[in-house]
């Protein structure tokens, strides 16, 4: 079973940035695409952005283009997300999850908590 860690959420304000981190011990994380996602309250989840197994290619929703930039080291197993410019309606429970086409039936992490404040 993959396990997927996430620490790295918090309070920022409006225009702020934060950096989230998956960490994913134990399995060939660099044989996975993977993806974030994120689950605002009472809506369903939201694909944000996906990497390729080699970090060569990335992929983004159009609500965060531009501003949030993943990012993947392989030798440490750990996944990256990097939000610049963040909005009050990025504030979500953000998701590590194996695969990108596929996300949604991926192995997630347990998500952490991204507040923005206005």
């Known amino acids: 079973e993959v396990q997927l860690v996430e620490p790295g959420g918090g309070l920022v304000q409006l225009g702020g940035f934060l950096i989230l981190s998956c960490a994913a011990p134990g399995f060939t994380f660099g044989s996975y695409d993977m993806s974030w996602a994120r689950q605002a309250p009472g809506k369903g989840p939201e694909w944000v952005s996906g990497i390729n197994s080699g970090g060569g290619s990335t992929y983004y929703a159009d609500s965060v283009k531009g501003r949030f930039t993943i990012s993947r080291v392989n030798a440490k197993n750990t996944l990256y997300l990097l939000m610049n410019s963040l909005k009050p309606e990025d504030t979500a429970v953000y998701y590590c999850?194996?695969?990108?086409?596929?996300?949604?039936?991926?192995?997630w992490g347990q998500g952490t908590q991204v507040t923005v404040s206005s």
């Open positions: 999850t194996t695969g990108r086409t596929n996300w949604r039936r991926g192995s």
